[in-house]
């Protein structure tokens, strides 16, 4: 059984800001949408193709940018 500790928000965003882009990527994909089995909506997939044609045209905010 693991052991909950609780942590500072702004203490998991610094470790979070911390980690290597492929390490955060990992990580959000496992929460954000391996954990969200549903079909995409018309309005999701919509956004996605608009976010896909923004980062083919290179119109991309890096990570480093947003630490």
Do not use: C, F, H
Request: proline content about 6%; charged content about 35%.
């Amino acid at each position: 059984m693991a052991k909950t500790i609780p942590i500072p928000e702004n203490s998991i965003i610094e470790i979070l800001k911390a980690l290597p882009q492929d390490t955060l990527m990992d990580i959000l994909s496992k929460v954000l949408i391996q954990s969200d089995a549903s079909p995409l909506s018309d309005e999701e997939r919509a956004s996605y193709k608009k976010a896909m044609k923004e980062y083919e045209k290179g119109e991309v905010v890096s990570w480093e940018d947003l630490k």
